[in-house]
């Protein structure tokens, strides 16, 4: 299966590593060619264009960072996509528009996933990923062995656009957890409480929580100003899809004093 990959970042590119690693040909494209480098010297072969790459692929994945930037790709990609070919969708996007993405493709033959990955660039070098997919049977079929180079957990939730809703929910989840970490231990500060050992204790009890230990490592919220966009931006998918739902209304009020913080703007 030759393989295509676009959107080199801090998660994309170690995905695309691991496809290497297992043997997968790999065919890359980047609008700056010093982001190529690193991945023609593992062996990978580059692209003039995203039309070039389509294609030479039977494998595209797509890991950039949002709607804009997934439709701007897609809408060259798809038309010169192979019929039979698979498209896979990494990017955290509205649902609306992966079931879109799917209509699309199938006018041309070519099968679609949208598969969201949760665990960050470390998962991604580690091979770890949860891979959150929504698509066809068939689709997961051809695409599953590409995601087990870079995933550990992978799971098909339904049809187009539903490992997109199980992502923003992650997402916002680990938000809203660390936005209660956040209020936690201004708590504990408040009544005279030694913010790191309260951090030791609840690290070890029963408030402990992936999203508390990531933000007891922090020394304010702003030093989260890589990851907060993101999860704010997740927050907000959320919200738009789910506006009058009071689940949805609980996590973003849990995460947006944290988020507002750690991003200098409100959600």
Known sequence: MITGFIGLGSQGGPMAVRML??????????????????????????????????????????????????????????????????????????????????????????????????????????????????????????????????????????????????????????AANMGLAHAALASGEALGIDRAALADLIKASSGRSFGFEVYARLPSPAAFSLGAPLLAKDTNLLGAILPDNAGAKALRAAAEPFLTEATGKPL
Not at 29 to 46: K, N, V
Not at 71 to 82: G, K, S, T, V
Not at 137 to 164: D, Y
């Open 21 to 174: 690693a297992a043997g997968f040909p790999l065919t890359v494209w980047a609008r700056r060619q010093e982001a190529l480098e690193p991945f023609i010297a593992q062996g990978a072969s580059t692209a003039s264009s995203i039309t070039e790459l389509a294609v030479s692929c039977d494998h595209i994945g797509i890991c950039v960072v949002d709607d804009a930037g997934v439709a701007a790709i897609c809408d060259e990609l798809i038309p010169a996509m192979r019929p039979g070919s698979l498209l896979a969708i990494h990017s955290t996007v509205l649902p609306e528009s992966c079931e879109a993405l799917e209509a699309r493709c199938a006018k041309h033959g070519v099968l679609f996933l949208d598969a969201p990955v949760s665990g960050g660039g470390p998962a991604a070098a580690a091979g770890t990923l949860t891979v959150m997919c929504g698509g066809s049977a068939e689709a997961f079929a051809l695409g599953q062995p590409v995601f087990e180079s870079f995933g550990q957990m992978i799971a098909l939730l339904g049809p187009a656009g539903s490992g997109q809703r199980a992502k923003i929910v992650n997402n916002t989840l680990m």
